[in-house]
């Protein structure tokens, strides 16, 4: 697996970059809202107040958090304000696990198609420059927008897991199913 990460991937309208230190109180900002935690907390070993979870954030920012993957912070490409986070890490961000791809955006970019055309993104850099095979996708039995973005982007069903203490609904693409989709073959 090759590890090279550009300093951002540009979409047509996003810009993904590393996270930094200041974009902490944006990321606690969006997860104080109920609407965008509703299928997320609370995860088992989540920080249970606002201040472990303002140490944990700066502790992944510094750490380069995750060790397999990599996260973004996502903006308007023009240089807008901060919309989200992509990441693929280790499902339940253990060792030894398919890698995951995540995401949590603000409420501003839902319905604009911010989660697909970032999700797009940050699938074909894991499959093209990172190597990762296969890339998975979980998701509360509830939560239709979050299993729509994965099916646009290539993952499909393959059943239920329990994952992260709970029965989740399960996605996966295959790296070379999915380069040939996009690429116009077939074999998905």
């Not at 979409?11 to 299928?39: Q, S």
């Not at 989540?46 to 303002?54: Q, T, Y």
């Not at 992509?86 to 995540?102: K, Y």
């Not at 729509?148 to 609904?169: P, S, T, W």
Request: charge should be neutral; proline fraction near 6%; hydrophobic fraction near 45%.
């Amino acid at each position: 697996m090759v590890d090279a990460a550009p300093a951002e991937i540009l979409t047509e309208r996003l810009r993904l970059r590393p996270p930094r230190l200041e974009d902490v109180e944006a990321h606690l900002e969006m997860d104080r809202d109920p609407e965008v935690m509703r299928f997320v907390e609370p995860l088992p070993g989540s920080p249970p107040d606002l201040e472990a979870k303002r140490r944990r954030l700066l502790e992944r920012i510094e750490s380069g958090w995750p060790a397999v993957g990599r996260q973004f912070y996502v903006a308007a490409r023009d240089g807008g304000e901060f919309l989200g986070w992509c990441a693929l890490f280790p499902l339940e961000d253990r060792a030894g696990q398919p890698v995951e791809i995540g995401y949590r955006y603000r409420r501003a970019a839902w319905g604009r198609g911010v989660a697909t055309e970032a999700a797009a993104a940050l699938l074909r850099f894991g499959f093209e420059t990172l190597g990762l095979d296969p890339i998975v996708g979980v998701t509360d039995h509830a939560n239709r927008g979050s299993q729509a973005v994965l099916a646009k982007v290539g993952l499909r069903r393959a059943g239920n897991i329990r994952a992260y203490g709970e029965d989740v609904a399960f996605f996966v693409a295959h790296r070379a199913g999915w380069l040939a989709a996009q690429s116009g073959g077939s074999g998905r």
